[in-house]
């Protein structure tokens, strides 16, 4: 954050007259009051990286053997049982799923069969490894992945450089069971689920070969938090400034040309 010199200069007088002490008991009370504005605000903000290591330690040492995915992990995670020069893909099962606020309600139940899938995968050998990402606490990583909350994401990892494929299926939130993610491994998943080849994929995207794609997630979380007629005037103000350079260039670019006649008028002869 930049502070101008003019700030500076007319917050000098406040700065001195805390020093008095008349003035000092009135200072400390605006302090206070705009500290507790500002505790407002930022209490009411959305933590964008929301992880509980000791939570998520116990669901990857419990019977479910999950991994809890965050900004910080996600990719090393998805990278650990991965062996150099493997050349079959280790096979990652994640559930982008969220709360009330990101999920409305709705995510309960495919959680709870993802969860029981889980439990049933963790004691069968060459099962799947699973994963949740919860986008209510991890909003900046579901935003950098363009993820939607209910999805599964298939992930086939390989060693790093290999490119990556991802499938994604969609269930019907409301009648999902357990059975649907036993079925849906047991009878292959690549002819009823899609492949990701879109502009966000986590690793073989543009953002994410050209490293902008946390920073996308940001901007993009960002966003989401502005309400609607904040965006509108952002809006405005862009569209002004744009039309206002245009006609100062469309006038620079006349200046030097001659006006053409009035109607009417003749042209004069050169």
Known sequence: MRFSTTSAILGLPLLAAAEV?????QFDNY???????LGKITSKLPHPNKHDPVAAAEAKAGSLNMDILSLDNWKSTLYAPVKPGSTTPEEWWVLITGGNKTCFGHCGRVEAAFNETAGKWAVTPGSPHTALLNCENQPVLCNAWSAPVGALWIFEMLPEPAPID?????????????DDFVTLHKEGYKSSAKLHDGFFHPFNGPLAKNGVATPVGWVLWVF???PSW???????IFSRTMMSNRMGQMDGNRGG??????????????
């Open 31 to 37: 302090m206070g009051q705009a500290q507790s504005f």
């Open 230 to 236: 904040a965006f509108m005037i952002l809006v405005s």
């Open 166 to 178: 991802i499938y994604t299926k969609r269930f019907n939130m409301t009648t999902v069971t357990s």
């Open 21 to 25: 002490p008349e003035y000092q008991a």
């Open 257 to 270: 040309a001659p006006r053409p006649p009035a109607a009417g008028q003749a042209v004069p002869r050169t």
């Open 224 to 226: 989401n938090l502005l």
